[in-house]
């Protein structure tokens, strides 16, 4: 009797284990290059597991460069992750396909609410903000004191106008506009109200176009403007060749072990503007695809990663910037006690400020290599602005 009474115990406690386990789901996670922050990863995993006993967190970190050749892979197959690490140009373009879940923009109350505007595509909403950075201008305060100018320059036009007067003062150039690199000319023409393709050669854009021109024309920026990105721009910084640098607060790390002479010069101030007064600013996000098994409970993980509490450990262990609003408030980005705090304070208070946000289109690249081209053309002196703009974009009307 007691044998068997064991045996019927032992069974029922076997069925309840394997019932458990049966429950249990595998919500499968990626991320783009994160695993020097597996420690900080794995912690928030455990949390929630510990949390949540019928959810298993699968976390696999994919390689940048091979992020969006895998994610288009995995998406089209009918077992894709749950949760997907992307950048919002990949992320919008898989929208595009109408292969994302949909996100409610009332889960992300807690959320920065400019950037969440700015990640919609078609005015829908398809990513969960991350992390992100708004680029700060570092310049040169002893080269900028030897041109004897006394206020700093707040926009581009500020910048066109004292730049003669750097050269030669300093012999050193104002800066580097790496205005050939990905969208960079799109974002400064943005910040200048032009914002359709259709103003793409309105007066406004031709004007912003031709100051460009004079300036190269004149050897007041680099030859090198042309073709050089921004890490060769930076090279020109830590060199001494040019006054202001435009880039990430993590770049100044950089600059401090590889230049220690050129960051003993080193101050920082906000990005430079345009007309409109707003801000750049880049953010990484995450995405559910449609065909995922577990799109409820990815979100929910996902809300718990990027909490306010995780988004500020994440930070302190990075020079990211959060994208929750209270972390966004917390006294971390109110500090000016050295150069990096400075610089992560105001990229912070920057994205209290960048609408109207840069937005991605249909077909961007392709939009991104005409304009490419557009300013190579334009700086080479080629033709009228307004002529190689409207033969690049096939425009039949005639300028504002």
Same mark, same amino acid.
């Given at each position: *009797?007691?044998?068997l ?16 386990y &049966?429950?249990? &789901? ?11 922050f597996?420690? +900080? ?14 959810? %298993? $967190? &699968? ?16 998406? *089209? ?5 749950d ?9 919008? *373009? ?34 969960i ?10 310049y040169?305060?002893?080269?900028? !004191? #030897? ?13 066109? #106008? ?10 050193a ?26 103003? +793409? ?16 024309? %004149? ?17 020109? +910084? ?16 950089? $600059? ?5 002479s ?41 809300? +718990? ?10 930070? &302190? ?26 610089? !992560? ?32 053309? $334009? ?22």
């Amino acid at each position: *009797m007691r044998k068997l009474l064991l045996i019927v115990i032992t069974s029922l406690f076997l069925l309840t284990a394997c019932s458990s386990y &049966k429950a249990q &789901k595998e919500v499968v996670f990626w991320t783009l290059q994160m695993r020097d922050f597996s420690s +900080y990863i794995n912690e928030i995993i455990n949390d929630y597991e510990a949390q949540h006993s019928d959810i %298993k $967190i &699968k976390w696999i970190d994919i390689p940048f460069s091979e992020g969006e050749k895998r994610t288009l892979a995995a998406v *089209m197959t009918d077992n894709p992750p749950d949760l997907i690490n992307l950048n919002p140009d990949f992320s919008a *373009m898989l929208a595009q396909k109408g292969i994302l879940q949909e996100i409610s923009p009332q889960n992300l109350s807690e959320f920065n609410q400019e950037i969440v505007e700015a990640l919609k595509y078609n005015g829908k909403l398809y990513s969960i903000p991350w992390y992100g950075t708004s680029a700060i201008t570092i310049y040169n305060k002893e080269l900028f !004191r #030897k041109s004897g100018l006394k206020d700093l320059p707040r926009t581009f036009d500020d910048l066109a #106008k004292i730049s003669s007067v750097i050269k030669n003062n300093t012999g050193a150039y104002s800066y580097l506009p790496t205005i050939v690199e990905n969208d960079t000319m799109l974002k400064i023409l943005n910040k200048y109200g032009v914002i359709e393709p259709a103003d +793409y050669n309105s007066k406004n854009s031709i004007e912003i176009f031709n100051m460009f021109k004079d300036l190269y024309s %004149k050897d007041l920026i680099p030859p090198e403007t042309i073709t050089m990105t921004h890490r060769e721009a930076l090279e020109q +910084y830590m060199a001494g060749k040019i006054v202001f640098y435009q880039a990430g607060a993590n770049f100044l790390n950089i $600059i401090k072990e590889n230049a220690p002479s050129i960051y003993a010069q080193t101050d920082v101030m906000e990005q430079i503007k345009g007309s409109l007064g707003q801000n750049d600013f880049s953010v990484m996000n995450f995405v559910i695809p449609i065909r995922a098994k577990y799109k409820k409970e990815a979100l929910d993980f996902c809300l +718990y990663l990027t909490n306010e509490e995780n988004q500020l450990k994440l930070a &302190k262990l990075t020079n990211i910037i959060t994208t929750n609003s209270n972390a966004l408030k917390n006294e971390f980005y109110d500090d000016y006690s050295d150069l990096s705090a400075k610089a !992560r304070t105001i990229s912070a208070k920057q994205f209290h400020n960048i609408r109207p946000a840069f937005m991605q289109r249909d077909g961007q690249k392709e939009i991104n290599y005409k304009i490419n081209n557009a300013v190579q053309e $334009i700086l080479l002196d080629k033709e009228s602005t307004e002529n190689i703009l409207n033969n690049l974009f096939n425009y039949n009307n005639q300028v504002d």
